[in-house]
T-cell receptor, first 114, second 112 residues
Framework: ETGVTQTPRHLVMGMTNKKSLKCEQH?????MYWYKQSAKKPLELMFVYNFKEQTENNSVPSRFSPECPNSSHLFLHLHTLQPEDSALYLC?????????????FGDGTRLSIL | GQQLNQSPQSMFIQEGEDVSMNCTSSSIFNTWLWYKQDPGEGPVLLIA?????ELTSNGRLTAQFGITRKDSFLNISASIPSDVGIYFC????????????FGEGTQLTVNP
């Protein structure tokens, strides 16, 4: 059971498609994160939002566009992706960013780019 | 950027054996976290450590925050088949704000 819910769990899309990943947290946290997890590599931080404001963009290509309408919801809009973008995309939340609080993860969206 | 060296990369053990894995960094960390990830799921927090020398247990799991603040250890005692999974360390540098750095993971296989 997780307090962080991600949808869809699996997504297959072509390089010209536009799709969105959704994350919702039920933990009352104020910080939310997007990570990319590829095989044989450490988790890569993509974006950080704190109280709905983006505080970090880890040099992510513009074909990934995050949106955080409130502290409970986080989206990742995808367009014109490349085959190397195939990976597991994980959302996480914590009480606040910049504080010594652990991050809690969702189960991820497995993305495959054809 | 900062990298964590997590070892071993994989372990194959018999049920009932104890397991030890560790992470080291080249810089000082003020937080160490240990996560477990099962296939098809996201990482689940096992133990959080916030002070040098801190030793914390969670059931059969014990983790320690190294005295030098550059390493952490996770031990699993009397392993069981459901311990199978990938174990990740994660740390937060003093100067990194909210950013967590993750190790590459230790794949644990437990043979019944």
């Amino acid at each position: 059971e997780t307090g962080v819910t991600q949808t869809p769990r699996h997504l297959v899309m072509g390089m010209t498609n536009k799709k969105s990943l959704k994350c919702e947290q039920h933990l009352g946290h104020n910080a939310m994160y997007w990570y990319k997890q590829s095989a044989k590599k450490p988790l890569e931080l993509m974006f950080v939002y704190n109280f709905k404001e983006q505080t970090e963009n880890n040099s992510v290509p513009s074909r990934f566009s995050p949106e955080c309408p409130n502290s409970s919801h986080l989206f990742l809009h995808l367009h014109t992706l490349q085959p190397e973008d195939s990976a597991l995309y994980l959302c996480a939340s914590s009480q606040a960013s910049g504080a010594a609080q652990p991050q809690h993860f969702g189960d991820g969206t497995r993305l495959s780019i054809l | 950027g900062q990298q964590l060296n997590q070892s071993p990369q994989s372990m194959f053990i018999q049920e009932g054996e104890d397991v030890s894995m560790n992470c080291t960094s080249s810089s000082i960390f003020n937080t160490w976290l240990w996560y477990k990830q099962d296939p098809g799921e996201g990482p689940v927090l096992l133990i959080a450590l916030y002070k040098a020398g801190e030793l914390t247990s969670n059931g059969r799991l014990t983790a320690q925050f190294g005295i030098t603040r550059k390493d952490s250890f996770l031990n699993i005692s009397a392993s069981i088949p459901s311990d199978v999974g990938i174990y990740f360390c994660a740390g937060r540098e003093e100067t990194s704000g909210s950013r967590l750095t993750f190790g590459e993971g230790t794949q644990l296989t437990v043979n019944p």
